[in-house]
């Protein structure tokens, strides 16, 4: 069965309330069973347009990586996340 990815793709407006949601959003993907892949770090954009932060979060499953992007105690730490970025959150099948 393919793995599942959350990915972002997030240009961050306030990055001292960023940090809260950093903070909690951990700790729920993981006891969701995700694991970061990608988390900020170094990137060069070769074409096109895109956000400042990247991140790519894997899952077990694609299943398990809806379910964690829809689970509701992730859903309430995202509000911290529209106020403070702007974002782009995709959930994608990784190949088998």
Known sequence: ???????????VTDPDAYQEYIAR???ILH??????VVRGG????MEGEVHQ??????????????????DPDYQEV??????TADSTIL????AE
């Open 1 to 11: 069965m393919p793995k599942g990815y959350i990915i972002g793709h997030i240009t």
């Open 25 to 27: 959003d951990t700790p």
């Open 31 to 36: 006891r969701l069973g995700g694991q970061f």
């Open 42 to 45: 170094q990137s060069t954009v």
């Open 53 to 70: 932060r990247h991140v790519v979060i894997e899952f077990p499953s694609y299943q398990a990586a809806l379910d964690a992007y829809n």
């Open 78 to 83: 995202a509000k911290i996340r529209h106020a």
């Open 91 to 94: 959930v994608v099948e990784g």
